[in-house]
C-alpha cells in the first residue's frame, strides 16, 4: 500500500507485482519529463523521459503516462524486483528553459 | 553512455572552513552544468546554473558568495562552500546538460562538524 512519510510517500509493494508511481506537476509550460531512480547515497540516475506530444512512452519494463489536462505524470514498472527499490522522482522542464524542477519524490520498497 | 565524474564522494570539514567539490564530464563536453542540494528525504532542490565561460546563475535564496560556482572548462565545474557551518551539511549533486538530456554526478555527502 501507499503511505505518506513526514516528507517522503513510500509505496510497499511485493516482488514480481506492478508497480506505480504518480507525479503532479506544477507548470502547464513544461513540455518535457522525466523520471530518475535514485538510490541511497547516490546521484539520479536515468529511467524514461518523455514530451508533451506523446501521452504514453515504453522502456524495458518501465512505461511513462502523461496527461496534460490534470498535469499528471505516472511511471508503471512491471514485475517488479527487489533491486527496484529506490526513491523515484519525476523532473519537468518548462519550454525554453534548461533547468530541471524535481517532484517530491516516492519511495518504493520492494519484498521478497 | 555519458559519464559525470563527482569528486569528493564524501568529506567532512570543520566549520568555518572551505570545501571545494568538483564535477567532471569525463565523454563530453558540457556547456552546461547544475549544481543541486539534496536534504534527507527531500527532493532535488537546483541552487545554480552554470555555464562555461560565464558567471553561474543562482536560485533565489542561495547565497552566491558562499556558495561560489566556476565553470572554468567545457568539462570541469566546481562547487566550493566558503565558511561552511553545519547547517550546510548536505547531499550537494552535479549533472551536466547534453543534447540528448541530463547525466547526474554521484553527488558529494558533506558534514561540517
Known amino acids: 500500500g501507499e503511505s505518506v512519510g513526514l516528507h517522503l510517500p513510500t509505496l510497499s509493494v511485493q516482488e514480481g507485482d506492478n508497480s506505480i508511481i504518480n507525479c503532479a506537476y506544477s507548470?502547464?509550460?513544461?513540455?518535457?519529463f522525466i523520471w530518475y531512480k535514485q538510490e541511497s547515497g547516490k546521484g539520479p540516475q536515468f529511467i524514461i523521459d518523455?514530451?508533451?506530444?506523446?501521452d504514453k512512452r515504453q522502456g524495458q519494463r518501465v512505461t511513462v503516462l502523461l496527461n496534460k489536462t490534470v498535469k499528471h505524470l505516472s511511471l508503471q514498472i512491471a514485475a517488479t524486483q527487489p533491486g527496484d527499490s529506490a526513491v523515484y522522482f519525476c523532473a519537468e522542464r518548462r519550454s525554453g528553459y534548461s533547468t530541471l524542477t524535481f517532484g517530491k519524490g516516492t519511495m518504493l520498497l520492494v519484498s521478497p | 553512455g555519458a559519464v559525470v565524474s563527482q569528486h569528493p564522494s564524501w568529506v567532512i570539514c570543520k566549520s568555518g572552513t572551505s570545501v571545494k567539490i568538483e564535477c567532471r564530464s569525463l565523454?563530453?563536453?558540457?556547456?552546461?552544468m547544475f549544481w543541486y542540494r539534496q536534504f534527507p528525504k527531500q527532493s532535488l532542490m537546483l541552487m545554480a546554473t552554470?555555464?562555461?565561460?560565464?558567471?553561474?546563475?543562482?536560485e533565489q535564496g542561495v547565497e552566491k558568495d558562499k556558495f561560489l560556482i566556476n565553470h572554468a572548462s567545457l568539462t570541469l565545474s566546481t562547487l566550493t562552500v566558503t565558511s561552511a557551518h553545519p547547517e550546510d551539511s548536505s547531499f550537494y549533486i552535479c549533472s551536466a546538460r547534453q543534447d540528448y538530456g541530463y547525466t547526474f554526478g554521484s553527488g558529494t555527502r558533506l558534514t561540517v562538524v
Open positions: 507548470n502547464s509550460a513544461s513540455d518535457y
Open positions: 552554470s555555464n562555461e565561460g560565464s558567471k553561474a546563475t543562482y
Open positions: 518523455i514530451r508533451s506530444n506523446m
Open positions: 565523454d563530453f563536453q558540457a556547456t552546461t
